[in-house]
């Protein structure tokens, strides 16, 4: 059964920082492309970073310099290391993998505010 659990997010002022984690089980992490995404309400979701198997990055124009994925294939996690939040970061954060087949998670809430 495949699972993609992420944790980490939080209510966090602006300036601050967040790790979010995506822990993954029910298929081989080390071959997966995965992704972090991020829905605000009203919004559609787009996509904030990525890291495929090889490590090679890409990342949303307005978290680049801020944001950081990073992922541990000794441990099924992948990892967006977030810094110097903005209240638009504001959203719901999703990790999905993509092994042939696309899963997603059930999303997490980080809120930027003072």
């Known amino acids: 059964q495949v699972q993609l659990v992420e944790s980490g997010g939080g209510l966090v002022q602006p300036g601050g920082s967040l790790r979010l984690s995506c822990a993954v089980s029910?298929?081989?992490?080390?071959?997966?492309?995965m992704s972090w995404y991020r829905q605000a309400p009203g919004k559609e979701r787009e996509l904030v970073a990525s890291?495929?198997?090889?490590?090679?990055?890409n990342y949303l124009d307005s978290v680049k310099g801020r944001f950081t994925i990073s992922r541990d294939n000794g441990e099924n996690t992948v990892y967006l290391q977030m810094n110097t939040l903005k209240p638009e970061d504001t959203a719901v954060y999703y990790c999905?993998?993509?092994?042939?087949?696309?899963?997603w998670g059930q999303g997490i809430q980080v809120t930027v505010s003072s």
């Open positions: 890291i495929i198997s090889t490590g090679m990055t």
């Open positions: 999905k993998a993509y092994v042939g087949v696309v899963y």
């Open positions: 029910g298929f081989t992490f080390r071959l997966a492309s």
